[in-house]
């Protein structure tokens, strides 16, 4: 089966750095995504690791550990607009669609002052 | 670029009602899903095509849901008789084709649906 791991909640204040860790177990692995969602708004894309190794977008960056099925998502310089929730998203290259994505339940960030 | 575009934004039904929602995706993009989010859980994928075609539908509850994509753009998705349970935030999202940055997808705003 498929599962993906990350904690259900994380706090931070203004300027911060915060990490929020991903695990997974899934039979046909072909990389990592991650993405936000705002209460009420739609998910949107952040990043996305097919290798091992770290990827960096600006204030965000992510990191894949395929030996470990682990993944992380950096934010640095936390921001207000940062409270939301963040996905991390297994692409499944067994299950049907080539691009089907299997997403873990999310962990809730709130960024304080 | 317009958005992925989707209506209604919210619905009330009552159980056993029918209801359906509809998606635009973004211009050009080949592949549409269609996900299940219920209130603190993550997407859950419903169905999945490609063009066309159906890729994916395991997890369509296909007793009661069903989906169609003509022509390759528009989509809609149909509950037919809804149940509690299906209260949810119905999320359309597109991607280009597999090959190319597929892994990106773009998401509509949702339709929430409540049914009493």
């Known amino acids: 089966g498929q599962s993906l791991e990350q904690p259900s909640e994380v706090t931070a204040v203004e300027g911060a750095i915060v990490q929020i860790n991903c695990t997974y177990q899934?039979?046909?692995?072909?990389?990592l995504s991650w993405y936000q969602q705002h209460d009420g708004g739609a998910p949107t894309f952040l990043s996305y690791n097919a290798l091992d190794g770290l990827e960096e977008t600006g204030r965000f960056s992510s990191f894949l550990s395929r030996s470990d099925s682990y993944g992380y998502l950096l934010l640095q310089e936390l921001q207000m607009k940062d409270s939301a929730s963040y996905f991390c998203a297994v692409r499944d290259m067994f299950s049907g669609g080539y691009n089907k994505l299997i997403f873990g339940a999310g962990t809730r960030l709130a960024v304080h002052p | 670029e317009a958005g992925v575009a989707q209506s209604p934004r919210y619905k009330i039904i009552e159980k056993r009602q029918s209801v359906a929602f509809w998606c635009n995706p973004i211009s050009g993009h080949a592949t549409l899903y269609w996900y299940q989010q219920i209130l603190g859980q993550g997407p859950k994928l419903l169905i999945q095509f490609q063009n066309n075609g159906v890729v994916d539908d395991s997890q369509l509850p296909k007793d009661r849901f069903s989906a169609e994509r003509l022509k390759g753009v528009d989509s809609t998705l149909k509950i037919q008789p809804a149940k509690l349970e299906d209260s949810a935030v119905y999320l359309c999202?597109?991607?280009?084709?597999?090959?190319?940055?597929?892994?990106?997808?773009?998401f509509g705003p949702g339709t929430r649906l409540t049914v009493t």
């Open positions: 999202a597109s991607s280009l084709a597999a090959q190319r940055k597929g892994y990106e997808q773009y």
């Open positions: 899934t039979s046909g692995f072909y990389g």
